[in-house]
């Protein structure tokens, strides 16, 4: 697949403070790119530069194969950025932010295109409601079909569903992959590892200023992860005898009361395990195989570094 | 032109902004046209200047309610670019292939056209209550200039202090300065009945000649060397804001 956008070895400092230390990253065409971190570890600052609106230190950016710097300009016909707040306008209606943003685009019919996007995003009721008014999964459809005005190849969507109710947060991932399937490409970012898991065709974990780690979100499940087998004992009684009859284990006793054997060696160890309480009587409420999240690729990531 | 097109649907949106706002245009029209209200006829009767008679206090304090709607004007501009800075929109905007430049143009330019609306308001207030003009057409022509010269300055000067201010309030409270200017200047009273220390500084500063030269083309007299100093002053202070504003936008 073609890379659309090509990071080189970026580096950005607010006084003092290395905020980026040489990121590298690759976007193919087509794909959904998370940029996942922390609060504070530099995904805006990366997003602000890979669109033009904050000067790197030292690094190279291509977009389209074009260099980012020299070819802003050109560049800027092929994207458009959803920043982190919202960035609709709620005095005017959804109609009129459409219409604003098609007549800056200086796009031939900005009504028809308009009044095209409110139909496509569901919000041909609303065209005339302040958006201010507009609830705030309505808000952020309305941003993303701003985002669309002139049929940008590539989308740069910053935390598109930081605030949201779950059920917003599901429709707003429909919209995306349905913008995938339609052949954008979409570099978001994100704070949640879920929506990383269900959006993503690669993830960049952004840590101190470097993608510390980067794949899919299978392989990044592995990375960090290990099956483990849960273990529920219905009294104290039975917790005691269950940790001492399996210290041979990697166990370990979960706040919950739980018993949290690593599967690590293998699913088979938790034959073993069953076997074990089984032959000597230990009760057990109940069992199950847990697979590896993406929390704890993202857990040991921290912890590590 | 596309800066200019771009320009134009830019400040169109800020337009709606202001049109939408009860808020905006009660403070920005009313509160001048209570300020002229209360001073012709709560303080008018009391105010004594010399060589002018009670009927004719209208007319020497419209000039400095004129300035002060426009500059009540411009804590809303400074307000609406502080929230398209806060809110993401300057980034949204900046992102898209159109003029950097045209995005703080469009602010200036609907501010500048808000000023003027509600100024033409205040005006039109003035006559209704007695204020009479010998102004030509030609004093007419340069009354308007001036006052368009003074909304660009605000405007402008507006600028630095809505970009640089971390929050909402902050972006507005520069515009008490120019009110409090404003107060202290030949506006309500002349100045040589002011202590010495406050007269020296009411007289020789900007809103001081700009009101005098406003109010000596109203009354079809000449204006003297206020005329030149009120040009120095407004192209003076419109430049360093637009110098100071540009930079600090380039950063922000």
Redesign the interface.
């Known amino acids: 697949m073609e890379n659309k956008i090509v990071v080189n070895g970026v580096n950005k400092s607010f006084k003092n403070h290395h905020v980026l230390a040489g990121v590298d990253l690759t976007v193919s065409s087509g794909s959904i790119y998370a940029l996942l971190g922390a609060n504070g570890s530099g995904k805006s600052t990366l997003l602000k530069i890979i669109t033009g609106l904050h000067d790197m230190d030292t690094g190279e950016v291509t977009v389209n194969g074009l260099e980012l710097t020299r070819n802003l300009r050109q560049i800027r016909q092929t994207f458009s950025l959803n920043s982190q707040t919202s960035t609709t306008d709620g005095v005017l209606t959804g109609f009129e932010n459409l219409q604003l943003i098609a007549k800056l685009r200086h796009l031939p019919d900005p009504t028809k295109v308009a009044d095209d996007l409110l139909n496509q995003f569901d919000l041909t009721d609303a065209r005339d409601r302040r958006v201010a008014a507009y609830s705030g999964g309505m808000q952020r459809r309305l941003d993303i079909a701003m985002s669309l005005v002139g049929e940008p190849e590539i989308l740069f969507l910053d935390e598109p569903t930081t605030g949201l109710d779950p059920k917003s947060r599901n429709d707003l991932w429909e919209v995306i992959l349905d913008l995938k399937r339609r052949g954008k490409t979409i570099f978001l970012t994100t704070q949640y590892l879920e929506e990383a898991d269900q959006l993503a065709d690669q993830i960049g974990f952004l840590q101190n200023g470097h993608i510390v780690a980067t794949g899919t979100p299978s392989e990044m499940k592995k990375l960090g992860g290990h099956s483990r087998l849960q273990l529920i004992l219905p009294n104290t009684d039975a917790i005691e005898s269950a940790v001492k009859l399996l210290s041979d284990f990697d166990i370990s006793e979960q706040e919950d009361g739980s018993l949290m054997v690593n599967l690590d060696a293998g699913v088979s160890t938790s034959l073993k395990v069953l076997t074990l309480l089984s032959t000597h009587n230990i009760p057990l409420s109940s069992f199950q195989v847990l697979a590896p999240t993406l929390d704890d690729t993202f857990m040991q990531l921290i912890k590590g570094a | 032109m596309?800066y200019i097109?771009?320009t134009i649907?830019?400040s169109g949106?800020l337009i709606?902004?202001n049109l939408?706002?009860l808020d905006t245009i009660i403070t920005v029209v009313a509160m001048p046209v209570m300020i002229l209200l209360g001073m012709v006829y709560l303080f008018g009767g009391s105010m004594q200047i010399d060589g002018l008679p009670h009927s004719q206090y209208v007319s020497y304090i419209l000039p400095g309610i004129l300035l002060i709607t426009i500059a009540t004007g411009s804590a809303y501009t400074a307000l609406r670019i502080n929230i398209d800075k806060?809110?993401?929109?300057f980034?949204?905007?900046?992102?898209?292939?159109?003029s950097k430049s045209a995005v703080l143009s469009g602010h200036v330019l609907s501010s500048v056209i808000f000023m003027l609306t509600s100024t033409a308001i205040v005006l039109g207030v003035g006559f209704l209550i007695g204020f009479r003009t010998d102004a030509s057409p030609l004093e007419w022509v340069l009354i308007l200039l001036l006052i368009i010269g003074f909304a660009i300055m605000v405007t402008w000067l507006s600028v630095p202090f809505a970009l640089a201010a971390k929050s909402i309030d902050g972006a507005s409270s520069f515009s008490y300065l120019i009110l409090a200017l404003l107060f202290v200047s030949s506006a309500f009273a002349p100045t040589d009945n002011m202590p010495t220390a406050l007269a020296s500084f009411a007289k020789h500063q900007p809103m001081t000649n700009v009101i005098s030269t406003i109010r000596d083309l109203f009354a079809s007299n000449n204006v003297g060397n206020d005329g030149w100093l009120s040009i120095i002053w407004l192209v003076g202070i419109t430049l360093i804001s637009w110098w100071l504003g540009t930079r600090i936008y380039n950063k922000v």
């Open positions: 596309n097109k771009d649907t830019l949106r709606k902004h939408r706002s806060t809110n993401g929109m980034d949204r905007f900046r992102s898209m292939p159109i």
